[in-house]
Each structure stands twice: as structure tokens, then as C-alpha cells.
């Protein structure tokens, strides 16, 4: 198995990368986010963090949010994209 961070996880590390690039790309994000669940933006954004990717993760998970109704997981003007990813993904984004 690769693993991130290591020289044979090198190739990882650069595809990571480039997936935080289209995922974080506002354009990219507006674009795809709203056809993606909850749970499905949330595995995404859980992999923009845990690769080291929390920035990408905040513009991925509030461009989906932003179609998201008030019943929905990221639902609700007061939806802090953020605040959400330090909420439930704590131990990776301290890791
Ligand atoms: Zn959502």
C-alpha cells in the first residue's frame, strides 16, 4: 500500500495535490458541488484534509453548501464551512 508522506508515497502526495486543486478551485467547486450528496462532499472533503488540504476542503465543502436547503447537512446561512471541518474532522485536521 502507498502511503502519504513517506518516498513511495511520493506519487500519492502529487495526486492529492491535484485533486485539492480542482476540488478547492471555487470555479470547479460552484460547478460540480451542488451534484454531489452530503455524505459524498464530505468523504471529499475528508480526503482534502487528511492529505493536508484544509483550505481546499473549507472552499469545497461552502460552494457545496451554498445549494444545500436548511434540511440538509451543510444547510442554513449560518453554515461554517470551517467551524464544520474543526467540528468533525477534529483529529485529522490536528494530526
Ligand atoms: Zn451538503
Redesign the pocket.
Known amino acids: 500500500m502507498l502511503r502519504a508522506g513517506r518516498d513511495e508515497g511520493r506519487h500519492l502526495d502529487e495526486a492529492l495535490d491535484y485533486l485539492a486543486q480542482v476540488f478547492g478551485r471555487p470555479a470547479s467547486a460552484d460547478r460540480v458541488g451542488p451534484h454531489f450528496?452530503?455524505i459524498e462532499?464530505n468523504r471529499i472533503a475528508w480526503v482534502l484534509v487528511a492529505s493536508r488540504h484544509p483550505d481546499a476542503a473549507i472552499v469545497w465543502l461552502d460552494r457545496?453548501?451554498a445549494s444545500?436547503t436548511t434540511e440538509?447537512?451543510?444547510?442554513g446561512a449560518e453554515f461554517d464551512a470551517a467551524r464544520y471541518l474543526r467540528k468533525n474532522f477534529r483529529a485529522t485536521m490536528t494530526a
Do not use: M
Not at 72 to 75: R, S, V
Open positions: 450528496t452530503c462532499a457545496h453548501a444545500d440538509d447537512l451543510h444547510g
